[in-house]
């Protein structure tokens, strides 16, 4: 039974006012908010947005996207089965070899270089059969990898080391007798103590210890840069990933009238003063000797080159080590351009003339990668209509005997460990 409203009060003139009901239906229930209710705004009925279609596309993405966490599971173990065997095996083809350092340190470091590239086209196979793949621009660095050069390299991700690793890989023996400059949490790593013995440099950022990395950085190059055979050196000038140095750069570049730049920083310039002085060889008149193409088959006479090295992502989304070794993320292809001088044509005169050329470099980066975000394509050079661009590939082949050979390595260091470890107890 339903109570009825006073005759003049405001719910008896509401009742008045309202359509009549059938006899012995219940009043509407206002409907509760839900996920799939439309707004004012939203379109027609027929557009709506339906939970059961909701659910039945993730039902659908569930079979792809658990194959994904098996792929990446499965590269994980194949991974860190790869790192088991091929580094435990470097180390100890390096003991094994410490007689032949005496007797012939050049032999000894060149046969280092062999089994360091070999390490580092293992990392690099990593990334190749995920399908993150490398496209080139530019000059071709190829004709300049007997001599020695220095690469001026712009740093977004812990994806552009690995980046370099495939794509110098096809360089002859450039990544054997290469040098990288590396921040010091890397020698932390599973491969920190590789880099140690092959000789690379770890640099701890910070003002703090700016001037003693220089001077460690100085005595490094000297005793070890020369003795063990070393062409090229790798340096990130920036001194950090682009996400965590950008604000601070720009904030610099504000106070100094500098260029504000938005897809590189500003570089640091004392890494680059020390290399340069420590590697270019100066004829008698103090100029920088070598970098005539005609010398190209020469004996090398210090740094020759520079190679201002600029990597670029899709979309601006660098690539990080997780995904390569993962491959959560879909097929990429990177792009990396290439410009070289001629180490006679960078001024070495005053530290002024030195640092506003390495700005201007970075000017040139900005204006390179502002291109490509734009196109999807570097810029041609001077005096052309058209860049033209090179696929970068690696040998299955060749990856197949490195693993091939990491893999039985490992058995037989583990047998011969394991023999002499009964031996003994």
């Excluded at 340190?105 to 270089?113: A, D, N, V």
């Excluded at 990392?123 to 793949?133: I, R």
């Excluded at 977004?156 to 690995?162: E, L, S, Y």
């Excluded at 008149?285 to 080159?305: R, T, V």
Aim: aromatic fraction near 12%; charged fraction near 20%.
């Amino acid at each position: 039974m339903t109570a009825t409203p006073r005759p003049g009060t405001p719910a008896a003139a509401a009742a008045a006012a309202a359509p009549p009901r059938a006899p012995g239906r219940r009043p509407p229930v206002p409907l509760a908010p839900a996920l799939c209710r439309r707004s004012p705004s939203a379109p027609a009925e027929k557009d709506w947005p339906d939970c059961s279609v909701r659910m039945a596309v993730t039902l659908e993405e569930a079979p792809w996207l658990g194959w994904i966490l098996v792929k990446a599971l499965m590269r994980f173990a194949f991974m860190v089965a790869n790192n088991l065997v091929a580094i435990p095996s470097y180390i100890c083809y390096v003991i094994i070899l410490q007689p032949l350092r005496v007797l012939d340190s050049k032999q000894f470091w060149y046969i280092e270089g062999i089994m360091y590239k070999w390490l580092l086209g293992m990392v690099a196979s990593w990334g190749w059969y995920a399908g993150y793949t490398v496209m080139e621009w530019g000059e071709d660095i190829k004709a300049i990898s007997k001599d020695e050069a220095m690469m001026l390299v712009n740093h977004q991700a812990t994806g552009d080391v690995c980046t370099l690793m495939m794509c110098l890989q096809d360089k002859g023996l450039v990544v054997a007798q290469m040098m990288w400059l590396m921040d010091h949490i890397f020698k932390y790593t599973n491969f920190g103590i590789v880099s140690l013995i092959h000789g690379d440099f770890f640099i701890r950022q910070g003002r703090s210890y700016r001037d003693q990395q220089l001077l460690l950085l100085k005595k490094h190059l000297e005793s070890n840069y020369r003795s063990r055979d070393r062409k090229w050196i790798v340096l990130f000038p920036e001194g950090g990933f682009l996400r965590k140095r950008r604000e601070t750069s720009q904030a610099f570049a504000r106070r100094n009238n500098l260029p504000f730049l938005t897809h590189v920083t500003l570089p640091r310039f004392g890494a680059t003063k020390i290399i340069l002085s420590a590697l270019v060889a100066r004829q008698e008149n103090g100029s920088p000797a070598g970098g005539d193409a005609k010398e190209l088959e020469s004996k090398s006479k210090g740094l020759q080159w520079i190679i201002d090295t600029t990597i670029a992502y899709p979309k601006a989304e660098p690539i990080d080590i997780q995904t390569w070794i993962l491959g959560y993320r879909k097929p990429t292809v990177t792009h990396v351009h290439y410009r070289i001088f001629p180490i006679k044509d960078v001024p070495l005169e005053t530290d002024d003339d030195l640092s506003n050329w390495l700005y201007q470099r970075f000017i040139e980066k900005e204006d390179l990668l502002s291109h490509f975000y734009e196109t999807g394509a570097f810029p041609p050079p001077k005096g052309q209509k058209e860049a033209v661009s090179r696929e970068m590939t690696l040998s299955n082949t060749w990856i197949f005997l490195i693993q091939s050979f990491a893999f039985l390595s490992g058995y037989m260091w583990y047998n011969i460990i394991q023999y002499f470890y009964h031996c003994l107890f």
